[in-house]
């Protein structure tokens, strides 16, 4: 038998490596051909449980004289590399990015179309805090032609000992006002056990700027066949949040508006800082409908109409602020909530306050 050549053995393992690295990028092409065929059908990008049983096989298969651990090391870095692959092809396919879909999103509820020619206005107390508080500003934002209802039912505070809303009390308060005013709802949602029940009463489910990066909660609203209203987290970028509306669309809904509003910095004049630049930015990566939270931004009521022109300016789809009509014996938020004539002043700074923009008369709304 003739003794090994080592220059023979060297050739030997280059071709060996040729032929991996040919096998690898092989392999790349048909996860890049996979990972287009997930973003057409909304499967989800990365499944453990499908890496799990890719490794198994493996090393069911496996004959040394690399061990099992060796084997497993390897090739999880070969699917490290993958999803690497996925994401950075993601990039310019996102389901709510303008490469997916270049024309604007009209996100309908009821008769009422958020995205549409004409900005809206949605708005209503921090919480709710009795029947008679709901049914006092539900009349007056029907009278103004106001037809979206937002207040919070499940309210995440900072403290755990401030007011946390009524819960399903409160749920069933805000959704029995609207009706009786022909109004659509819009509320938080903070866990979701409760997703099922928001859902069976609200006409647009909020995801919180707190729960903008709360995984399982995206995906049980995204399952819920409800308008999603996704505020942005108090430190994420506008990647961030797009990244956080694909989990929702990824789950098979689509009807997803975005929120801005504001952003933590250092400045204390304001509650917030409103990213103005968010909206135009948003708009153009994305598809999605783009709303202004301006009370939230502020935290105070005498910038608000000026933070509504600007928001509207530069492009937004809608604003939304906090009314109620006794903004000083408000439980949660008083600062910043305007009452109804200061609220009727406002709209009419914004033009606001006539058919059209969002605003109407009130009719029935079929839930």
């Known amino acids: 038998m003739p003794e090994p050549n080592l ?7 280059q071709q060996i490596n040729y032929g991996l690295l040919e096998l690898l990028n092989r392999r790349a092409r048909v996860v890049t051909h996979v990972h287009e065929v997930k973003v057409r059908d909304g499967v989800p990008l990365f499944v453990p449980e499908r890496e799990q049983k890719m490794i198994d096989d493996l090393l069911d298969r496996n004959r040394g004289p690399f061990t099992n651990d060796t084997v497993k090391h390897l090739f999880k870095e070969i699917f490290r590399a993958s999803v690497a692959l996925m994401e950075r092809e993601d990039g310019n396919v996102l389901r709510v990015s303008r490469a997916f879909r270049p024309q604007d999103l009209v996100v309908r509820v009821g008769d009422l179309e958020i995205g549409g020619a004409q900005p809206v206005v949605i708005a209503g107390p921090c919480a709710v805090e009795s ?6 500003v539900a009349a007056g934002l029907a009278r103004l032609g106001v037809r979206l209802l937002r207040a919070g039912t499940f309210k995440p505070r900072s403290s755990p000992y401030a007011f946390q809303g009524l819960g399903e ?3 069933k308060i805000l959704s029995a006002t609207a009706r009786r005013y022909g109004l659509a709802t819009v509320t938080e949602v903070m ?3 409760m997703v099922e029940l928001v859902a069976e009463h609200a006409d647009v489910i909020q995801i919180g700027a707190r729960n903008m990066h709360t995984t399982a909660l995206r995906r049980e609203v995204g399952r819920a066949g409800k308008p999603v209203l996704l505020k942005r987290g108090l430190a994420a970028t506008i990647g961030e949040l797009l990244w956080s509306a694909e989990y929702v669309v990824s789950e098979g809904n689509p009807e997803v508006i975005l929120c801005e509003r504001g952003i933590r910095t250092f400045e204390t004049q304001t509650r917030n800082t409103l990213d103005i630049s968010a909206v135009p930015l948003a708009r153009q990566a994305s598809f999605l409908p783009i709303i202004v939270d301006v009370s939230h931004a502020a935290g105070r009521k005498d910038i608000l109409p000026a933070l509504a022109r600007a928001a509207l300016a530069a492009g937004a789809n809608g604003i939304m602020v906090e009314v109620h009509p006794f903004p000083a014996a408000a439980r949660s938020d008083s600062q910043q909530q305007l009452d109804l004539p200061e609220f009727a002043r406002f709209l009419a ?7 059209g923009a969002g605003t109407a008369p009130a009719k029935e709304i079929t839930r």
């Open 349 to 355: 700074a914004l033009d606001l306050s006539t058919a």
């Open 131 to 136: 029947e008679e508080q709901m049914d006092s």
């Open 191 to 193: 866990d979701t056990r």
């Open 7 to 13: 220059e023979k053995l060297r050739d030997e393992l």
């Open 169 to 171: 009390v409160g749920l």
